[in-house]
């Protein structure tokens, strides 16, 4: 049998087996190249960036406006916000542009292929659909969790250190850790909405309802929150800042990744490129 004979064999059996990741190595290697060369990972960091980083600042802003301008403040006590360090990192993190920017970093790409062609061809080499779901995901994933979550953070603590002081340097490695969760969960989301609607806003749209779902419905019962697997970045925040250790979000984000996995792989298995 020669080695051609063998691969195909192995190719064939990859597409068959349900659970072979065959060509997952070079779709992971593809992927990355074009995140290295487009702008879109560049885009999220400085806009990301940008945000917290004005958001930390405010409490600065605040006092050299009472400072300079103390006729502005009224004749009753000038508000003054705090000058803690970890209150004004979390202010600006709070602002949660990171969830954002990873929902509209990622509606497009799987649209985007199948639109240009790009997604067929690359099917149609001995790579198997479960593969191209894997290393979308996973790499978006990291990406985005370095140039939304952990490059903002960064610059922000530096900020944040020279405006207040320095903060808690095991609280920002525990949030900078906890919110890789945060893109995963959004970049699932974004990938799945992709194989059933065809448009790249509608994608946005649907990754918009899933980040706004826990506000609305806890505003109602505030006591189902935890349970929505988008939860899961204020759950992380919570947890790296020393509050209660629940499982109930992280267990609904396991789920919620698996049930999206096996949702996922379905729909592009069946899809017609």
């Known amino acids: 049998m020669n080695a051609t004979t063998v691969d195909t064999l192995e190719y064939v059996s990859g597409r068959q087996g349900a659970g072979r990741l065959l060509g997952l190595r070079n779709l992971v290697r593809k992927d990355v190249l074009d995140w290295g060369h487009g702008k879109g990972a560049w885009i999220v960091a400085a806009a990301t960036t940008t945000v917290i980083i004005l958001g930390a600042a405010n409490a600065a802003i605040n006092q050299w406006v009472i400072a ?3 006729a502005e403040a009224g004749d009753g006590p000038a508000k003054i916000l705090s000058v803690v360090p970890i209150d004004n990192l979390l202010a600006g993190i709070g602002t949660q ?4 920017a990873v929902i509209f970093a990622t509606m497009s790409l799987l649209i985007a292929e199948r639109d240009s062609g790009t997604l067929a061809w690359t099917i149609s080499k001995p790579v198997s659909r479960t593969s ?6 996973l790499t978006a994933t990291l990406v985005l969790w370095v140039a939304a979550f952990v490059v903002p953070l960064a610059i922000t603590t530096g900020l944040v250190t020279v405006l207040y002081g320095a903060p808690d340097t095991a609280v920002v490695v525990a949030i900078a850790l906890a919110t890789v969760m945060v893109p ?7 990938l799945v909405a992709s194989t059933f609607v065809s448009n790249q806003a509608a994608v946005g749209a649907i990754g918009l309802f899933f980040f706004i779902l826990p506000s609305i ?3 109602l019962v505030p006591a189902v929150t935890p349970f929505f697997p988008t939860s899961i970045f204020a759950w992380a925040i919570e947890v790296s800042t020393g509050g209660p250790l629940s499982f109930v979000t992280p267990v609904a984000w396991a789920i919620g990744m698996t049930v999206l996995f096996v949702l996922g792989r379905r729909r592009l298995a069946g899809m017609d490129l």
């Open 132 to 137: 191209v779901l894997v290393s979308k995901w």
């Open 184 to 190: 995963a969960i959004f970049v699932g989301i974004t």
């Open 97 to 100: 542009i990171s969830v954002l």
């Open 68 to 70: 300079s301008f103390p």
């Open 217 to 219: 419905a806890g505003g």
